[in-house]
C-alpha cells in the first residue's frame, strides 16, 4: 500500500525566510505533483514530476524529485505573504495507472 | 472559460436518502476523478474514470458509487449515505498521461445526520 508522508504538517514563517517542506512516499513511483490550497478554496496544480531528477521552479517554489529516496521538496525562497496556504504532495501509484494518493498536507502561515 | 462544476456546492441530508452529486468539464478531458478531503486526512481518492464506460476504485470507495456516461459528466452517488460520509467533496478532470494540468471542481460539502 502507497503511503505519503509529508512534514511539517505546519510551519510558520516570516517574510523573507528560506524554507523546504518535504514529502516521502514508500513504494516505487516516478510522478509526483503539488497542489496548493487556499482556505476555503479549491486545489491548485503547482507542479508535475515525471521522473528522478526532476526539477520545477515558479517564482519562489522550487520542486524537485529524489524517485531513488522516494522524496519530494518543495522549497520556498524568501517567502511572501501571498505564498500562505496549505500545499499537498501526491503520488501516482504506477506509470499510466492514474491512481493518486495525496500526502495530509503543510499548512504554511508566512508572518510580515 | 475551461471549468469544472459541481452541484449542489453544499448539502445538508439525512442518513439512508440516496443522493448524487454532479461534476461536469467543458474542457473534453479523458481523465476524471472524485476525491474526499477531512481535516487530518488530506484528500483520498473515490474513484477515477480514464474514459467513457472506464471507472476504477481509488482508496476509499466503499458507499459510492460512479458512472461515466458522457466524457464530460462524472456523478458520484451515495446510494445510503451515512455520517462518516460527511465530508468535502472535489472533483478532478484532466487529459490522461500526466496530470499536468488538473482541474478541480470547487468542492461540494456534505454534511450527513
Known amino acids: 500500500e502507497l503511503k505519503v508522508e509529508q512534514n511539517p504538517l505546519f510551519l510558520s514563517m516570516q517574510e523573507g525566510k528560506n524554507y523546504t517542506i518535504y514529502c516521502n512516499y514508500s513504494?516505487?513511483?516516478?510522478?509526483l505533483y503539488w497542489y496548493r490550497q487556499d482556505p476555503g478554496k479549491s486545489l491548485e496544480s503547482l507542479f508535475v514530476?515525471?521522473?528522478?531528477?526532476a526539477v520545477k521552479q515558479e517564482g519562489r517554489l522550487m520542486a524537485s524529485l529524489d524517485t531513488k529516496a522516494r522524496l519530494s521538496t518543495l522549497h520556498i525562497t524568501a517567502a511572501v505573504h501571498d505564498l500562505s496556504a496549505t500545499y499537498f504532495c501526491?503520488?501516482?501509484?504506477?506509470?499510466?495507472?492514474?491512481?493518486?494518493?495525496f500526502g495530509t498536507g503543510t499548512r504554511l502561515t508566512i508572518i510580515p | 472559460e475551461a471549468q469544472v462544476t459541481q452541484n449542489p456546492r453544499y448539502l445538508i441530508t439525512v442518513t439512508g436518502k440516496k443522493l448524487t452529486v454532479t461534476c461536469s468539464q467543458n474542457?473534453?478531458?479523458?481523465?476524471m476523478s472524485w476525491y474526499r478531503q477531512d481535516p487530518g486526512l488530506g484528500l483520498r481518492q473515490i474513484y477515477y474514470?480514464?474514459?467513457?464506460?472506464?471507472?476504477d476504485k481509488g482508496d476509499v470507495p466503499e458507499g459510492y458509487k460512479v458512472s461515466r456516461k458522457e466524457k464530460r459528466n462524472f456523478p458520484l452517488i451515495l446510494e445510503s449515505p451515512s455520517p462518516n460520509q460527511t465530508s468535502l467533496y472535489f472533483c478532478?478532470?484532466?487529459?490522461?498521461?500526466?496530470?499536468?494540468?488538473?482541474?478541480f471542481g470547487p468542492g461540494t460539502r456534505l454534511t450527513v445526520l
Open positions: 478532478a478532470s484532466s487529459y490522461p498521461g500526466g496530470f499536468d494540468e488538473q482541474f
Open positions: 513504494t516505487t513511483s516516478d510522478r
Open positions: 514530476l515525471l521522473s528522478n531528477g
Open positions: 501526491a503520488v501516482e501509484h504506477n506509470f499510466g495507472n492514474e491512481k493518486l494518493t
Open positions: 474542457m473534453n478531458h479523458e481523465y
Open positions: 474514470s480514464m474514459n467513457v464506460e472506464v471507472t
